[in-house]
């Protein structure tokens, strides 16, 4: 597995954020529109869409390992989307995302416990003082009070957020040995026939509206899944945990220009502690001269760069 010292995988990742966000806001109106299955398997159905001629340009010998492993993803992936999209058709789209603030957390342990990674002590102050942003946030959400119907919501962001984190370190372990349009192509294929059934049972007839949307969620989720699977197989999942944070950002702005929602004090104030968590730790280290020279060596054939 690569460990790229530079800023290319956390600006793949900042981009696959804002892209993802933007998918996220898409979904919102889409739920409105549609029923939840139905519309998170247009999504998939026009991501694969995009997809396929991408992996054909230069297509990818797909060996029972890979198929094996992408397939089982896209099942984890179909779980996920559910969650998190069925979360933000029945709660506000900045409360889900503070929510789903808890994935740093879960990407940090099952990249420990799965690809043995270290947790290095700037990322995990990073994470602990980007959690109290969450909890600024959602203290001002409390404060207004929420519906009890409302609490499966909150129970679908979390399952969401842990789905996030399984999926990120599984592309992470698979990178060592797949291309990032391989990855995200077969996860969304997969996600897509698993959810057709379920979709095909809820079925209405979509309007010019719900089909423009699709195409545009399907766009920002195949680019932002691509920038995510492309930085998360270059560095530690731990160092990128954290720039998860910043998509509240986005949110509050989309929620504010799409749906007029305002932001409280509180979320304000949570959104300046994300930030200053993202820089501490982001914020690069000392790299002795020798490390410098090793990192500016000609790649090897195990250090390759993925597509």
């Known amino acids: 597995m690569r460990n790229e010292a ?6 793949l990742v900042v981009l696959a954020v804002a892209l993802l966000s933007a998918m996220d806001a898409g979904m919102k109106v889409q739920t409105a529109l549609l029923p939840v299955l139905q519309a998170v398997w247009l999504r998939y159905a026009a991501a694969t869409l995009i997809l396929a001629p991408m992996f054909l340009v230069r297509p990818q010998r797909l060996t029972r390992q890979t198929l094996r492993a992408n397939l089982v993803r896209g099942v984890v992936v179909a779980a996920t989307a559910l969650s998190f999209f069925y979360a933000i058709s029945v709660l506000p789209l900045a409360l889900v995302v503070a929510v789903a ?5 879960f990407i940090a342990l099952l990249g420990r416990l799965m690809l043995g990674e270290p947790i290095q002590p700037r990322v995990a102050i990073g994470i602990q003082i980007g959690f109290v942003g969450v909890l600024v946030i959602f203290g001002g959400e409390l404060r207004v009070g929420i519906d009890p119907d409302q609490i499966l919501g909150f129970v679908a962001a979390v399952a969401g957020a842990f789905g996030y984190a399984l999926v990120a370190v599984m592309i992470r372990k698979q990178a060592a040995s797949d291309r990032a349009i391989t990855m995200v192509l077969l996860q969304t294929a997969t996600a897509g026939v698993v959810l057709t059934v379920p979709a095909v049972a809820v079925w209405q007839p979509p309007s010019q509206t719900s089909y423009m949307l699709a195409l545009a969620v399907g766009v920002f989720g195949a680019f932002g899944q691509l920038a995510i699977a492309a930085g998360f197989s270059r560095a530690p999942a731990a160092k990128l ?13 989309f929620g504010l220009v799409l749906f007029s929602e305002i932001p409280k004090l509180e979320t304000v104030a949570g959104a ?3 930030v200053a968590a993202c820089l501490i730790a982001l914020r690069p ?17 195990d250090t390759r760069e993925e597509e």
């Open 272 to 274: 300046a502690i994300i």
């Open 285 to 301: 280290s000392r790299v002795p001269l020798a490390g410098r020279a090793t990192a500016r060596a000609p790649r090897t054939a």
């Open 101 to 105: 603030f808890v994935a740093p957390f």
């Open 241 to 253: 945990a954290t720039i998860e944070y910043t998509s509240f950002i986005w949110a509050t702005l």
């Open 6 to 11: 530079g800023y290319a995988p956390i600006a």
